[in-house]
């Protein structure tokens, strides 16, 4: 009889620890590397979620916890990162990537595992290959070109241009909607210029840019290239106005390039002010009691993702990925960064895009859309 009982006791505590195992989320983007503060900020705001989350209880009493791995902003990277989740049951979504390139390149890993994924690269084409698995919560870049193209001839009074890019899914893609919309509006694209992804030296492709004499230049890359360009371009007297997506939304932009460089950048992002409401207040505030620091680029973003994940797992009949899969794409609620809903390929319904410029080392918003 005591065996008995002692077994049913050992049994019972055993299916009590089982039921009380963390829900395990895959985190990933580039958490080394010039691109290290993106993501680490980024699940920062992802790990804050989950902690006030776990505090009140978690999802249907069970906790969430955050699995971080680093694909270094690296599409070979970003398949082995892929890789690892899909072989991992206990993985049963993914934040990430925050690459377009990378994303792209490791989506076919996530769709064969039917791995739900809350996804924050922005290439249009990653929600146009049919993949039943994921959902965007920001902007994709037609949002970033049309809005700077917008800008640019509306605003700064632009009749040409020229294009630099860095050959990437981001980049290009991000450069060839702006030129196809500032077209649209009447400018001319006098030149399209490619540089590589290390490149540091632009002085060959700058000293080309200044014969054309353009209004504006728009630049599709990420940073460090984005920050040591505007930095060469003040240089060497090249005064056009520098538009530029996201990647610059970054105080190492303006400690790279320096403060009088950067006044000459325009920039769009998918996030407004810090203060512009109080709940993005309230954000900023225990994120900074909790890390020692302000608020990351995409910290916010990080948060309304678990936020997205959490609510698809509240939906699910079981965590399970088989079960997220349907209840991740029916996710609607309301967040810091306005409802979210998604569309039948995985879209925001309603994505808002904003547009910066820097004054004195601090990014002021200029003008917005969505």
């Known amino acids: 009889m005591k065996r008995i009982l002692l077994s049913f006791s050992v049994a019972t505590l055993l299916c009590g620890a089982a039921?009380?195992?963390?829900?395990?989320?895959?985190?990933?983007?580039?958490?080394?590397?010039?691109?290290?503060?993106?993501?680490?900020?980024?699940?920062?705001?992802?790990?804050?979620?989950?902690?006030?989350?776990?505090?009140?209880?978690?999802?249907?009493?069970?906790?969430?916890?955050?699995?971080?791995?680093?694909?270094?902003?690296?599409?070979?990277?970003?398949?082995?990162?892929?890789?690892?989740?899909?072989?991992?049951?206990?993985?049963?979504?993914?934040?990430?990537?925050?690459?377009?390139?990378?994303?792209?390149?490791?989506?076919?890993?996530?769709?064969?595992?039917d791995m739900p994924e809350a996804v924050l690269g922005s290439n249009p084409d990653i929600t146009k290959q049919g993949a039943e698995n994921i959902v965007r919560p920001t902007a994709s870049d037609f949002a970033q070109g049309e809005l700077s193209a917008e800008y640019a001839i509306n605003k700064l009074g632009a009749k040409n241009a020229v294009i630099v890019n860095d050959k990437q899914a981001f980049g290009q893609g991000v450069s060839e909607i702006f030129?196809?919309?500032?077209?649209?509006?009447?400018?001319?694209?006098?030149?399209?210029?490619?540089?590589?992804?290390?490149?540091?030296?632009?002085?060959?492709?700058?000293?080309?840019?200044?014969?054309a004499k353009p209004d504006v230049v728009y630049m599709g890359a990420v940073m460090p290239q984005l920050a040591l360009?505007?930095?060469?371009?003040?240089?060497?007297?090249?005064?056009?106005?520098?538009?530029?997506?996201?990647?610059?939304?970054?105080?190492?932009?303006v400690a790279?390039?320096?403060?009088?460089?950067?006044?000459?950048?325009?920039?769009?992002?998918?996030?407004?002010?810090?203060?512009?409401?109080?709940?993005?207040?309230?954000?900023?505030?225990?994120?900074?009691?909790?890390?020692?620091?302000?608020?990351?680029?995409?910290?916010?973003?990080?948060?309304?993702?678990?936020?997205?994940?959490?609510?698809?797992?509240?939906?699910?009949?079981?965590?399970t990925r088989s079960d997220l899969l349907p209840a991740l794409k029916g996710v609607e609620l309301d967040t810091m960064l306005g409802h979210v809903k998604f569309t039948d390929v995985g879209e925001r319904t309603v994505a808002p895009m904003y547009l910066y410029e820097i004054k004195d080392g601090e990014f002021k918003m200029v003008g917005q859309a969505g």
């Open 179 to 211: 030129a196809d919309d500032f077209k649209k509006r009447g400018g001319v694209i006098q030149s399209t210029s490619s540089v590589n992804p290390t490149d540091v030296d632009f002085t060959a492709v700058i000293t080309q840019l200044k014969s």
């Open 19 to 113: 039921y009380a195992e963390d829900i395990k989320i895959g985190a990933t983007a580039p958490l080394t590397g010039p691109q290290a503060i993106f993501g680490t900020t980024l699940f920062n705001g992802t790990d804050l979620y989950f902690e006030e989350l776990n505090a009140a209880g978690g999802v249907n009493g069970k906790k969430l916890s955050l699995v971080r791995q680093d694909d270094k902003a690296d599409p070979k990277e970003g398949t082995l990162v892929a890789q690892k989740f899909c072989d991992d049951d206990s993985i049963v979504a993914v934040i990430g990537h925050l690459n377009s390139g990378v994303q792209l390149a490791a989506q076919s890993i996530y769709s064969d595992c």
């Open 229 to 253: 360009f505007a930095k060469q371009m003040r240089e060497q007297g090249l005064d056009a106005k520098l538009l530029v997506p996201d990647g610059a939304f970054t105080p190492d932009f």
């Open 256 to 319: 790279q390039a320096g403060k009088e460089a950067a006044a000459n950048v325009i920039l769009t992002f998918p996030i407004p002010p810090a203060d512009a409401t109080p709940e993005l207040v309230s954000f900023g505030e225990r994120y900074k009691q909790r890390f020692g620091q302000e608020v990351g680029p995409y910290s916010i973003y990080g948060y309304v993702s678990g936020q997205i994940v959490a609510e698809a797992l509240k939906n699910a009949a079981e965590p």
